[in-house]
């Protein structure tokens, strides 16, 4: 009789608790939230009021309740006669705050970011709330919330394969959805230049042409303008964008635009690099390097720094590099490799912004305290320490497992592994800092975790879906929310009713549940 009691509360219990849980499918999970009893009923007849410093935000609020649920609000002159409300107050021990009664929901912060942040939380209760007598029934609840990581990143690849505009927005939407705030923008490689130069415009229009899968592709670029009005769209989601313009390797696309600054490159990366011996390449790239930074107020330029040993084959018979390496009393070509990265650095910081660089640079004499090393190769992690221990400020984004351009299944084809191992959904969900045995001392250099999209083996924007979601939720989660807190099946339970977001917004997702319904789509 009491087996049978048991297993009965079990059977009413459970889906008590599973409901509760989709309820509030926050993702991140909040630090702290605690529902209540009842519901607030949201309707077009709800009218919205923000204190002063936070117009645009209610602006955004608006402008995602008609887009995702069709609900057409109004601002209320007095904050009395609004139900919904932007508030202005200092939120103890947390970023932002939302109280949700029956009668009133309320977003308290002190900061802009803090009301955007806890507006996209409200965001997520209204697109898994119900319809009741056609309101929605947004739970009450409480919740306290903050970010363990200042650096919650997303990389993007657009040399091999371009994707334009309209789904860099996209991208930008669905990093805002998920409280990520950097958009690190891989614009230049070998296969393309991506990014309109006033001064050298070839660099575009020759630059531009071809992808990493057709080489005679029509040259594809973003205008001064386009930038513009990407940059814009960003900060109104709290998103930097840091662009980055790959040196001195990876310059091939460059070099067909401009090849008197070539350096040469090997037989598998032919023009690969820029001269380091040649004067005038310094302030070919110091003038690119000033029109970039005009149109991204990140004042943060990502100068890659990785990989050059793929293509310095002709620095070995440069006359020109030798006498350099004599002159400047350079040991090898790693360290000519090093000098040029000074320079630009010194060009960077001229111009009042941050040097961003691959671990290659870890070992090179950058600006401390106006430096940032992205630690990739997770097969090296001396080159973490070694960032750590010569005092940069580092971002963790090591291939394994945050390179989403890495299948996520095993029995996937089409993509990248490396040495069998994937980057599944719950690689990216468990992934912590306390993992990597870094030194205490050290951890407050760390700012943060980025995930990675290279896009050789992603021709179309279906593919990129596909590998994009749902890491990105996992990634959302690991870079903000509590590691103490975290737990894998949970998140399942509350990713759910996203999964059902990402059908009606048409993304072509990987499904972790019924992995069937979503076929791999195929490379090429």
Known sequence: MIKKYLLLLFLVIIPLLSSAQQEVSIIPAPQNCKLGDGYFNLSG?????????????????????????????AISCEDKKATILLKKADCQNCL??????????????????????????????????????????????????????????????????????????????????????????????????????????????????????????????YTQEDIKEIVAYAKERKIEIIPEIDMPGHATAANRAYPEFSGGGSEKHPEFTFNPAKEGTYQYLTNILKEVNVLF?????????????????????????????????????????????????????????????????????????????????????????????????????????????????????????????????QSVYDFSISKLSIDSKYLLQILGVQANIWTETIINEQRLDYLMFPRIAALAETSWSSAKGKNYDNFLLRLKPHIELYKQQRIYYFDPFEPGNHPEPVLW
Request: aromatic share 14%; with cysteine; proline share 4%.
């Open 45 to 73: 007849n709800n009218k919205l009021f923000a204190d002063r410093p936070f117009e645009n935000e209610l602006h955004f609020l608006q402008k995602e309740l008609l887009r995702y649920r069709g609900i057409t609000t």
């Open 297 to 425: 107020p990140s004042q943060m330029i990502h100068l890659g720094g990785d990989e050059v040993s793929f293509g310095i084959e002709r620095w070995k018979a440069d006359s020109s590099i030798q006498q350099l390496m004599k002159i400047k009393k350079l040991a090898d070509l790693k360290a000519v490799e090093n000098y040029f990265m000074q320079r630009m650095a010194d060009s960077l910081i001229y111009l009042n912004a941050k040097v961003l660089a691959w671990d290659e640079m870890a070992e090179v004499d950058l600006p401390r305290n106006r430096s940032i090393i992205f630690w990739w190769r997770h097969d090296n992690p001396g080159q973490l320490k070694k960032s750590l221990e010569n005092g940069y400020q580092t971002v963790v984004c090591p291939r394994l497992p945050f390179y989403f351009d890495f299948v996520q299944k095993d029995d996937h084809r089409f993509g990248r592994k490396w040495a069998g191992g994937f980057n599944d959904l």
């Open 96 to 221: 932002y705050q939302i109280e949700v009664n029956q009668h009133r929901i309320t977003i308290s912060s002190n900061s802009d970011q803090g009301i955007f942040y806890g507006v996209v939380s409200l965001l997520q209760l209204v697109n898994n709330a119900k319809t009741v007598e056609q309101s929605l029934q947004i739970p009450c609840i409480t919740v306290k919330d903050f970010p363990e990581m200042g650096w919650r990143g997303l990389m993007l690849d657009e040399s091999r394969h371009f994707f334009g505009k309209v789904k860099v927005k996209s991208i930008l939407d669905w990093m805002a959805y998920y409280k990520l705030n950097w958009f690190h923008w891989h614009l230049t490689d070998e296969p393309g230049w991506r990014i309109e130069i006033k001064k050298y415009p070839k660099l575009a229009l020759v630059g531009g042409v071809g992808t990493f899968t057709n080489a005679s592709s029509p040259s594809q670029y």
